[in-house]
Structures are given as C-alpha cells and as structure tokens.
Nanobody, 127 residues
Framework: QVRLVDSGGDSVQPGGFLRLSCVSS????????FGWFRQAPGKERKRIAV????????YLDSAVEGRSAISRDNAKNTVYLSLNNLKFEDTAMYYC????????????????????WGQGTQVTVSS
C-alpha cells in the first residue's frame, strides 16, 4: 500500500513558476512508476508527466513539454513537477499517482492503470 500527498499548487500569474511535490509513504521496496495528471472542470483527466522507477524513462505531454520537468528523489520519497511559463490553460487540479511495475524503465500511459492517487493540488493561472 502506498499513500501519496501532493502539494505546491497555488494561484499565479501567467508566466509564473510552480513546483509541485508528491511525497510517498508505505511500500518503499517495490518499483513504482510515478505520474502527474491534471483535470480541468468539465474535462477528462489527462496525463502530464511520468517518470519510471529507475528514472531512465520520462514522458512530458506536448502541452507542457519544453517548459516543465519531472524528477524524483528516492531518498526523500518525493516526486516533483516543475512548471515554468505558466499559461491560463494550465489551470486545473493536479494529481500525483503511482503504480507498481516490474521494470525500471516503463510506465503505463493510461491513468486507469495507476492504483494510488494523491488528494490533488489546485493550480490556478490568472491575471
């Protein structure tokens, strides 16, 4: 069992920067892929970024690619999502998620494959 607590969301102006954090607890021995997803009102949950257990595989959605980064600090059981040059369309609830995997360099693409979820942290971009 894994518990995730995500944080770091805030209300910022366009062009601003945020770093979201996801702290995990519980099973620290298994291999886990971590991901960040976001969901805006009336829209489906969307995968934004994932990072594999070993850190060798990363994915960034085209909507944030070039202005964001995902990273993990296994010593702190924390996964980060940095968002630069924030845009109005980045406004959403952001969720951290995890799924146990058997390999070090693979992550599922479908949010339904992820078993563990944080409570969400709100990012609002407004002027």
């Amino acid at each position: 069992q894994v518990r995730l607590v995500d944080s770091g969301g805030d209300s910022v102006q366009p062009g601003g920067f945020l770093r979201l954090s996801c702290v995990s607890s519980g099973d620290t021995y298994g291999r886990y892929c971590f991901g960040w997803f976001r969901q805006a009102p009336g829209k489906e949950r969307k995968r934004i970024a994932v990072i594999s257990s070993g850190g060798g595989y990363e994915y960034l959605d085209s909507a944030v690619e070039g202005r964001s980064a995902i990273s993990r600090d296994n010593a702190k059981n924390t996964v980060y999502l940095s968002l630069n040059n924030l845009k109005f369309e980045d406004t959403a609830m952001y969720y951290c998620a995890a799924v146990r995997v058997t390999g070090d360099n693979w992550c599922p693409s479908d949010h339904r494959a992820f078993d563990y979820w944080g409570q969400g942290t709100q990012v609002t971009v407004s002027s």
